[in-house]
């Protein structure tokens, strides 16, 4: 790659989030050198992240894999080439499908697939499609599963929800977007909240702590952990009492209403309240701004979904949304992508799905796979279980179970277990300390890409090439060359459906490979039939508009799909909340502290910890409310000793006034195992120790 000089910076794109925030790049004898926000783009204005503009530090980390390894007899590592390291494993995998069959082999992708999706997405399911095994784990049954589990019990609208834009009132629920860049439409979040502030939208947030978004809401619920479920019936309850609810949408798309009315008559505003630790005036004002809006826009976060009931928050959510009406309608525009063909968009309602529970694949803890995914808590005890359909092989790639996964004790030593442990790691993790082969790929703005999950969506979306080159003499290959590798050396069909997104597969669509292609040539076939060509992208570097909408159409002829807001089992949950003793807590035994989650801008998981963004404190805090640590009689950065049921980690308290009493709120992704727990100041500590499967 040719030199480029520093007033002449290469327009890209940052793939650390699903942000996607267009940067201009800076490059020096083939180094990035700097990187910032591209300030032409009409949509980001120059916005960008701490983590984005640290790029050329993560590039060019001294830590940095530049090539791949194996482990030793003795436990160490010797660097291995890559093509011998394939030949090794793709023998190795042969093998344990041959002795214990397909299922023996699973695979772990993470949060950080976003940064090289879809070619390496559809490539890794392509290689889990040719060995014939259905052991596919991610983030998402870990983080998110309700948001996926949730419409298929109520159903689904044919048309998008009510947008951001446009929105009277914004209901924010454990989510904390400033930091995440998740909930809000893409761009500059601040910026975002703020003009939408300044037209008259109300705010309404729901978190336990004061957090970026709660300080500049409405009206900000700090209820105390574990309540969501009960201030979510309450709010659906002063709405349907307060006649708010949308009665044409609800005679015509839904059904239940009155179960669901008889379900929540325990939830009052007052006795919730109480329970919740809030006013109630401004819960009952919450539910009458949301009630009384024209058009609502409703996000939720990482926070109610790791909790006990996150699918039924999730549900509730929608049930609130459905019985106002809070959907876009017949004759209504709404945002058509660049990247994906014109969408049909039709008002009517998709029923829920009976079968959302697939049974035929687990083996543990009476779980299924359902509309979320595998469920990924029960990885290691499928690994630690003998008996046929025992785990033996694991290949995980973009991101690090050994601090991801519930109780890290358990996850360690099922790690350990293994026969074959492969992590695609750019760095020495937590988990690629632990595996036989650690392969070294590229990293972004080392090989072209396209902001597919974003065009898909939006009206906007940017193609970039490979601004640079990988580091003189490493031996580097992007992720999808490793998964096509393994397909070519174990003899599998050479056969790739397309990733619409980090869990979904496209059906129907197969591209069949006699020869390996490009990056290019795969970006070229999964944008093929998308309302903008590809090339158009690659004249205009840079992020460029191509607005265009499509209206909502009417229901079909004789169409019968309806909501439910009284699904069965989500009914019997609210009913064994509403049934415990007025005033009766969770039981939370010896424990009195709450744990939850927590974002920093400086790292994105466990990924970004560097001394670029970290700014030397490399460590994650357990922020506790000022009050809280007086009364343990603990100073401020005091060294501790947090334990739960399940296992303790030292931690580092930090006074916090943002945070509700009684709240231990502290960042996930960061530590290892016990046996680094002396580091715990300069790599941090696991929370998923704390936590059960």
Known sequence: MATRSLDEPTKSFCRLCMNFCPIDVEVEDGRVTRVTGDDDNEIYRGYTCLKGRAQPDLLNHPDRLLGSLKRQPDGSFAPIAIDDALDEIAERLTDIVARHGARSVAGYGGTMQIATSPTSTSF????????????????????????????TLLGHWMAPPQGFADADVALVFGCNPMVSHLG??????????????????????????????????????????????????????????????????????????????????PFTVDEVARRAGVDPADLLRAAEVYGRARRSYTMSGTGPSMSSMGTLIEYLLLTLQTIC????????????????????????????????RRPDEIRVLGLTR??????????????????????????????????????????????????????????????????????????????????MMLGMRNMYAQYTRAVVDPPPGS??????EIFYGLMVRMGLPMEVRRAVSTISIEPGRTLVLDQKPTTDELLDWFTAGGRVPLDELRRNPGTVTYPATCEVGPAEPGWTGRFDVANTEMMHDLGQIAARESGAEVDIGEFPFRLVSRRQASVINSFCNIPATNRGRAYNPAFLHPDDLRLLGLADKS??????????????????????????????????????????????????????T
């Open 184 to 265: 809000l439409p893409n761009g500059n979040p601040g910026a975002l909240v703020s003009a939408a502030l300044r037209r008259g939208m109300q705010l309404i947030v729901v978190d336990p702590r004061r957090t970026d978004i709660a300080k500049r809401a409405t009206i900000h619920l700090q209820a105390r952990p574990g309540h969501d479920p009960e201030i979510l019936a309450a709010i659906v309850r002063a709405v349907i009492d307060g006649g708010l609810i949308d009665d044409a949408f609800v005679a015509q798309h839904v059904r239940g209403l009155e179960t669901l009315r008889k379900v929540v008559e």
């Open 325 to 356: 009406g809070r959907w876009t309608r017949e004759g209504e525009s709404v945002e058509a992508g660049v990247l994906a063909p014109l969408p049909q968009h039709r008002a009517q309602a998709m029923a829920p799905d009976a079968d959302w």
């Open 475 to 480: 031996d580097l290959v992007e992720e999808w």
């Open 639 to 692: 060294e501790v000793e947090i334990r739960s049921a399940v296992g303790a980690i030292p931690a580092i308290v930090h006074s916090d006034p943002t945070v509700r009493r009684g709240v231990v709120s502290m960042s996930a992704g960061f530590g290892d195992g016990p046996e680094r727990d002396a580091e715990f100041r300069e790599i941090g500590a696991s929370t998923s120790r704390l936590v059960a």
């Open 124 to 151: 890794y399911h392509a290689l889990m499609d040719g060995i014939g095994t259905p052991m596919r784990f991610d983030p998402n049954t870990i983080d998110q599963g309700g948001k996926s589990v949730a419409p």
């Open 370 to 451: 359902t509309a979320a995914g595998m469920p990924t808590a029960a990885l290691p005890d499928e690994i630690l279980l003998p008996g046929e359909g025992q785990v033996r092989a694991l290949i995980s790639w973009s991101g690090n179970p050994a601090t991801a996964f519930p109780d890290q004790t358990k996850t360690l030593a099922a790690l350990d277990s293994l026969e074959l442990f492969v992590q695609i790691d750019p760095l020495m993790s937590a988990s690629a300390r632990r595996a036989h082969y650690v392969l070294a790929p590229t990293m972004p703005l080392e090989a072209p890409a396209v902001s």
